[in-house]
T-cell receptor
């Protein structure tokens, strides 16, 4: 049973465009939702994270939007750059559950120059 | 300001051999998580350890896999009698005391079983 569903599987965006990646979760006990960026051959790097008591969090060109009632959250990358080309993973965890991360399957983003 | 360190970065083993993967957490971090990533898949939790204690091993296969985090030295993920299906990237993450949510990942060990 996949607890965090991520879409799309791959995404191609032109330089300067907006990249949008969506995730949906099932377990309402989740209370922490991070996004990770992974380049080929590297480990995932924590990009930005949100808790369900806020609906949006912005850090530079990266924004997380969170919809608690729909159990969905998304990552928006504004002014996408070729250097943003990577695989992005959403994840979820819950307090008291060892805080282990449950990951989506990933979105491979390609930003064309 | 070293990050999470893992070694070896690449490991090739023949079927039936043992694989030992090492992880040194970030300085000041006392919690270690191991995750496995299969090709084209997200990461899957395996085990969570604190010094000298296994806290949660709900993601570990019941046989052949074990993990430890001794008082001194790195955390070790051990896979005995490896099979082809064990071929994957194994990532270690560490977090500081009281902030388990913020997990920082190492570069991974890519295990290939021939």
């Amino acid at each position: 049973q996949q607890q965090v569903k991520q879409s799309p599987q791959s995404l191609i965006v032109q330089k300067g465009g907006i990249s949008i990646i969506n995730c949906a979760y099932e377990n309402t006990a989740f209370d922490y939702f991070p996004w990770y960026q992974q380049f080929p051959g590297k480990g995932p790097a924590l990009l930005i994270a949100i808790r369900p008591d806020v609906s949006e969090k912005k850090e530079g060109r990266f924004t997380i939007s969170f919809n608690k009632s729909a159990k969905q959250f998304s990552l928006h990358i504004m002014d996408s750059q070729p250097g943003d080309s990577a695989t992005y993973f959403c994840a979820a965890s819950m307090e008291g559950g060892s805080e282990k991360l449950v990951f989506g399957k990933g979105t491979k983003l390609t930003v064309n120059p | 300001n070293a990050g999470v360190m893992q070694n070896p970065r690449h490991l090739v083993r023949r079927r039936g051999q043992e694989a030992r993967l090492r992880c040194s957490p970030m300085k000041g971090h006392s919690h270690v998580y191991w995750y496995r990533q299969l090709p084209e898949e997200g990461l899957k939790f395996m085990v969570y350890l604190q010094k000298e204690n296994i806290i949660d091993e709900s993601g570990m296969p019941k046989e052949r896999f074990s993990a430890e985090f001794p008082k001194e030295g790195p955390s070790i993920l051990r896979i005995q009698q490896v099979v082809r299906g064990d071929s994957a990237a194994y990532f270690c993450a560490s977090s500081p005391q009281g902030q388990n949510y913020e997990q920082y990942f190492g570069p991974g060990t890519r295990l290939t079983v021939t």
